[in-house]
């Protein structure tokens, strides 16, 4: 891939996928260590020379989807995808799939390989982007020269983004790996490594023992919107809503936020704090939570198949993820389940001014929101372990208040 053209806007964006690897420094890059060779610190290794001549290219197109696959010998299968369907959120990114295999040692030594994306994207010198922390929150990350490439890798959990004043490029992971911006409109992250030598940190050996590996990603780029929000309305929002819980309209769309009760410090008056978009939120929730497919088999050929299985009776908000819903044990017999289970709900923070034209019909929890096969009687607030009980029970789920960016874990009484 070498640029985008999307399809609301005719702009084409430079987004160029590479791949090269950093060669280990001997003895100090390992299982635990990340540190290229100081000799060739600015020399990337062009891994795919070598399988050249073992290359092709399968093209496939049609009404549902288009993509583009190229095979590197059994070392590398890249595919890029986009999808066509109308009215559909999954239409607005680009699948991108690596499979990667290293073959037997001493086959591609020394050699630690990642996926870099070049774009025009100015996101300043010395450039600037955002990783994850565990899902949760996204911390700026700036280079820093004199620490080289291994003090500017991050680790990120979900997903990181570079910016500038126009368009956001969103990489969604499907695993952890390790992420950087070397260079102004570059991104890159680790796809696997091979270090034949000890890092001295305790494994005794160095990383021969690779697998075939898939790595999944979703590039998204996204226009950047700048909302003002007049004084005068944020104090009479205020004023109406004791809570903190705020809401933002825009047209038809209501869009909620946590205003602050105290001034906020010069780093977040400066724009130190950042979060992804909502649109970015679910497409990586689809990416690590993918549905399950189930193929039956009958020999009568009369099998009636559910498409779909509901679990609640109305759908949860757009910022809100099921993390997990698992049966306490009973207290006498601990090998028996009880009629009590733990819910963990997750208030994914967003940012409104991030393709802001992405939206979904809930905005809260509606009342009466309960299972569809079975019947809580009672939401009890507990800690996030479930030890401990924080609040009274709620007679409604709708009563329950989540801030932003919080976790919240109920202990529910089945009927």
Known sequence: MKSVTRKHSP?????AIQFAAYRSAQFHSGAYLFMPDPNERDIEKDVLLQYKEQMSII???????????VLYGPFLVHTVRILHIENSSLSDGIYIENEIDFESPPKNRETELFMRIVSDIQNGDPPEFYSDSNGFQMQKRIKVERIGIEGNYFPITTMAYIQDEAMRLSL????????????????????????LYDDSRGMGEGLVDNRKTVNKFWLLLEDVQHISVKKESHKRFENENTSGDDVFEKGDVVRSFNV?????????????????????????????????????????????VNTSIRLINTQLPCDMHLLTLRTQPDVVYSQFPSINALLVLHRQGYDCSINNKFTCKASHIEENTNFVHVKAKAWKPMSLSGISQQ?????????????????????????
């Open 11 to 15: 702009k084409i964006t430079q987004c």
């Open 59 to 69: 093209i496939t197109s049609g009404a549902v989807s288009s993509e583009l696959t």
């Open 172 to 195: 969604l992971t499907n695993h952890a790996q390790g992420a950087a911006s070397w260079q102004p409109g570059f991104l890159e992250v680790m796809l696997d490594r091979r270090t």
């Open 260 to 304: 602050p009760t105290e001034p906020l410090p010069e780093s977040a008056k400066k724009g130190e704090f950042s979060r992804p978009s909502l649109y970015a939120n679910q497409m990586s929730n689809a990416l690590n939570y993918p549905v399950n497919v189930f193929i039956l088999e009958d020999e009568n050929l009369e099998l009636k």
């Open 391 to 415: 609040d009274v029970p709620y007679p409604d789920l709708a009563d329950a208040v989540i801030p932003p960016m919080g976790l919240q874990t109920f202990n529910i009484t089945l009927i």
